[in-house]
T-cell receptor
Framework: GIQVEQSPPDLILQEGANSTLRCNFS?????LQWFHQNPWGQLINLFY???GTKQNGRLSATTVATERYSLLYISSSQTTDSGVYFC????????????FGTGTQLKVEL | KAGVTQTPRYLIKTRGQQVTLSCSPI?????VSWYQQTPGQGLQFLFE???????NKGNFPGRFSGRQFSNSRSEMNVSTLELGDSALYLC????????????FGQGTRLTVV
């Protein structure tokens, strides 16, 4: 089956620092989403991004489907950015089934 | 508009019992998918329903089942609960087509004792 690898697995930042999270995948995808899982478990939508670059405030994402990777940039990090970040893929021919990466656990400290 | 609503939020059951979880999708969304999240296995796809039909199924035993009603609300059922079924169960709602953006509910945290 498809392999979805996220790096780094864990990340500790000082407030105000920038970071880049990476998602590599081994198969062609129909679409891709980035989520932030809050401490209560809910998955919050960050980006729905099959290709190209999108920005939303301090966050931006870039997907290069032909090279099978996506990047999530967090600038000027805040303590509220802490949590787990997942990329999830819709595979070609997979309907609405999402295949999730293993996640990046981010902790932002004062 | 209202988001995806899952009930109950927390549940404690005994081994051998069965449980039913509910998910109400975003108004107008016709696709509902279910996922199980455990520390060891991560987030895994259970099944997807669209227009009351199961459209996709993950690799879970037959004890896990689901259904979707005409108003797009969905339920999943787990029979003969095992300790390993303790997990966060998440429901996702999508508009219709394949690969459309998914929105998740707050989840149901099931503990089997």
């Amino acid at each position: 089956g498809i392999q979805v690898e996220q790096s780094p697995p864990d990340l500790i930042l000082q407030e105000g620092a920038n970071s880049t999270l990476r998602c590599n995948f081994s198969d062609s995808v129909n679409n891709l989403q980035w989520f932030h899982q809050n401490p209560w478990g809910q998955l919050i939508n960050l980006f729905y991004i099959p290709s190209g670059t999108k920005q939303n405030g301090r966050l931006s994402a870039t997907t290069v489907a032909t090279e099978r990777y996506s990047l999530l940039y967090i600038s000027s990090s805040q303590t509220t950015d802490s949590g787990v970040y997942f990329c999830a893929l819709f595979l070609t021919g997979g309907g609405n089934k999402l295949t999730f990466g293993t996640g990046t656990q981010l902790k932002v400290e004062l | 508009k209202a988001g995806v609503t899952q009930t109950p939020r927390y549940l404690i059951k005994t081994r051998g019992q069965q449980v039913t979880l509910s998910c109400s999708p975003i108004s107008g969304h016709r696709s509902v998918s279910w996922y199980q999240q455990t520390p060891g296995q991560g987030l895994q796809f259970l099944f997807e329903y669209f227009s009351e039909t199961q459209r996709n199924k993950g690799n879970f035993p037959g004890r896990f089942s689901g259904r979707q009603f005409s108003n797009s609300r969905s339920e999943m059922n787990v029979s003969t609960l095992e300790l390993g079924d303790s997990a966060l169960y998440l429901c996702a709602s999508s508009f219709a087509g394949r690969g459309t953006e998914a929105f998740f509910g707050q989840g149901t945290r099931l503990t089997v004792v």
